[in-house]
């Protein structure tokens, strides 16, 4: 009996409230390592970061370029937090010389899946893309168009993701 009258004291000397510690907050980002759904190639929050070493292999694996060299131009940029499952992330090389040609590289779930066409185009964009698709424009030219200003197109390919596999639907510009 003495001891739960103690017991009683000691709840009315020290209140009745329970006194725990919640840690602050911080800001910091937590390692891609450390996140959920950040697959192979992924980086500063990005689903695909386009200085991976798995974008750097897949642009080191292009042909040769017709003229120039390839470098990185215009990469999807998903963020890990919306999730990177079933993501097609796309990155464009191009040569960066007056009329480059451009390669469109995809990739998936941390895998380079290959380019979009076996043959780079001149004057491709990219027009549209959703998590499963991405949407190029091409343009061409025709007899003696000046290279500033093609006349051929504009025509729309559409690529996408189902699985591990994508498809294309509709016309591919023609070959010079």
Same mark, same amino acid.
């Given at each position: 009996?003495?001891?739960? &009258?103690?017991?009683? &004291?000691?709840?009315?000397? /020290? ?13 910091? $980002? ?8 950040? $697959? *192979?190639?992924?980086? *500063?929050?990005?689903?695909? %970061?386009?200085? @991976?070493? !798995? ?12 003229? +120039? ?6 990469? @999807? *940029? %998903? $963020?890990?937090?919306?999730?990177? %499952? +079933? !993501?097609? @992330?796309?990155?464009?090389?191009? /040569? ?6 451009? #390669?469109?590289?995809?990739? /998936? ?16 964009? !990219? ?5 499963? @698709? ?10 003696? %168009?000046?290279?500033?200003?093609? #006349? +051929?197109? $504009? ?6 993701? *189902? ?7 509709? #016309? ?5």
């Amino acid at each position: 009996m003495a001891g739960v &009258l103690l017991a009683a &004291l000691a709840v009315i000397a /020290t209140g009745c409230t329970a006194t725990t510690s919640t840690p602050a907050a911080t800001s910091a $980002p937590v390692p891609v390592a450390e996140q959920r759904d950040a $697959p *192979n190639g992924s980086a *500063n929050g990005r689903c695909f %970061d386009p200085n @991976s070493a !798995l974008a750097q292999a897949a642009l080191a694996r292009l042909p040769a370029a017709p003229v +120039g060299t390839w470098s990185v131009g215009e990469t @999807s *940029n %998903d $963020p890990i937090s919306g999730g990177c %499952d +079933g !993501l097609l @992330s796309w990155m464009m090389a191009d /040569t960066k010389t007056n009329h480059p040609y451009t #390669q469109v590289l995809l990739f /998936t779930g941390g895998t380079y899946l290959g380019t979009a066409t076996a043959d780079p185009y001149m004057f491709t964009m !990219l027009t549209a893309h959703t998590r499963t @698709s991405i949407s190029l424009t091409y343009h061409w030219t025709v007899g003696n %168009d000046p290279m500033c200003c093609p #006349q +051929g197109g $504009p025509s729309t390919v559409t690529f996408t993701l *189902n699985g591990t596999t994508v498809t294309a639907k509709g #016309q591919f510009p023609p070959h010079a």
